[in-house]
């Protein structure tokens, strides 16, 4: 057997071509910007780390794809999605090393750079493509698709990854397929809603009795909490469910709704824990995200004030409107709406209670 060549550190990594890929573009005109270094380096390294997380995401989409999934791979889908929400926070912690860049300094390479722009990172969003952002909910961008704005070969890649299932989709069939909502004979909805009914009535009777509302106060407290009641209503009645996913208010099945309502209520259940601790993971994917998306709108107000962005877009204004909108589990925080106390949670039949003890093996 011949001798395995000794592998050797920079050709592992391919050091040649990562640390040959700086190509400043401000020296052109003889007058070499300094901290265009700082600018290429960290956004080098944002793709890199995307490059991370779609591999993290992409082993998720997998295991999630079969027709049923094994109890084992929940525990990995949540280890990994922990690696993913680490990476976030390093990503948002980044913006502060760019920071050290002052609006001048940008503004010395600054034009050498346009049109091009992060919104064209085609791994970015690959990222929320491969997550289930729907592109119904975007901000508007100079109203054209923002793939528009990728080269033929990013784009190709971009639209084929929102021909797959996201993760939204598989998690949602995953939800419909657990078996936690059916209890035999015992009408568990029922008794749940006569408690979450039981809660509202008290935050009514707060409201009411509130001495520091004026008639004004009074008015928009009570309606807000008309609308939560409605929003109840809808999440047991499958019907009116449908109208709230029709008019884009809600976007998780009814099935998968009730389910995750489930794991939340119930997850110190022994059964529960890992499926309790996936629907956490994915809500911290999407805060995660949020963060970033706010942090970076900051960022950009800061480094160029009110100025149209490179890409060409109203700058900081679009990236505001993108980081309230662009959401893709913004159910699951919706839920915790309708939590109620462990204390007032319905008793759960011994039978029931006893398949919540175990491994359930249907999902
Ligand atoms: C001086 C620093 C930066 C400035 C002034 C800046 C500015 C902007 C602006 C104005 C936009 C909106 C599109 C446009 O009109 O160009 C944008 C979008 C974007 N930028 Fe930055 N950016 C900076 C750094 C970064 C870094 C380090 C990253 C990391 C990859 C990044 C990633 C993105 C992404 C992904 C978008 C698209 C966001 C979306 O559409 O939701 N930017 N940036």
Redesign the pocket.
């Known amino acids: 057997m011949s001798a395995r060549k000794p592998v050797y550190y920079g050709e592992y990594l391919g050091l040649d071509a990562l640390l040959g890929a700086q190509k400043p573009l401000s020296g052109r005109d003889g007058r070499p910007a300094h901290d265009e270094m700082l600018?290429i380096i960290?956004?080098q390294a944002?793709?890199l780390w995307f490059k991370q997380i779609l591999h993290e995401l992409d082993s998720v989409r997998e295991d999630f794809s079969g027709r049923t999934v094994p109890e084992s791979r929940i525990g990995t889908a949540v280890a990994r999605l922990s690696r993913v929400v680490e990476i976030q926070k390093l990503l948002v912690d980044q913006?502060r090393v760019?920071e050290t860049?002052t609006p001048l300094d940008?503004l010395d390479f600054r034009d050498a750079l346009t049109p091009a722009?992060?919104?064209q990172?085609f791994q970015?969003r690959l990222i929320e493509r491969k997550l289930g952002l729907p592109d119904s909910t975007r901000a508007k961008?100079e109203d054209t698709p923002?793939f528009k704005r990728l080269s033929g070969a990013h784009r190709k890649l971009v639209l084929a990854a929102g021909k797959s299932d996201s993760l939204f989709a598989l998690v949602e069939r995953w939800l419909e397929r657990t078996p936690f909502t059916r209890f035999g004979g015992f009408d568990f909805w029922r008794e749940y809603r006569k408690a979450v009914g039981a809660m509202l009535d008290r935050d009514e009777r707060i409201i009411r009795s509130n001495p520091a509302l004026d008639p004004e106060g009074l008015a928009r407290e009570l309606q807000a909490l008309g609308a939560t009641r409605v929003s109840f209503g809808a999440l047991l009645d499958p019907e009116r469910h449908a109208l709230l996913v029709r008019d884009g208010s809600w976007r998780l099945s009814h099935a998968a709704t009730l389910s995750a309502l489930l794991i939340h209520l119930y997850r110190d259940r022994p059964i529960l824990h890992e499926p309790f601790r996936l629907l956490e993971k994915l809500v911290e994917v999407d805060e995660q995200f949020a963060l970033w998306?706010t942090r970076?709108a900051i960022?950009?107000h800061r480094?160029?004030g009110t100025k149209?962005?490179?890409?060409?877009?109203s700058?900081h204004q679009?990236?505001m409107k993108?980081a309230a909108a662009?959401r893709v589990f913004g159910d699951l925080f919706n839920l915790s709406t309708f939590l109620i106390p462990r204390s007032s949670l319905p008793k759960l039949p011994p039978k029931v209670a006893r398949a919540l003890g175990f491994a359930h093996g249907a999902a």
């Open positions: 600018f960290t956004h944002y793709e913006l760019l860049m940008f722009s992060g919104f990172s970015f961008f923002y998306r970076h960022m950009v480094m160029i149209i962005g490179t890409g060409g877009s700058g679009y990236l993108a662009h």
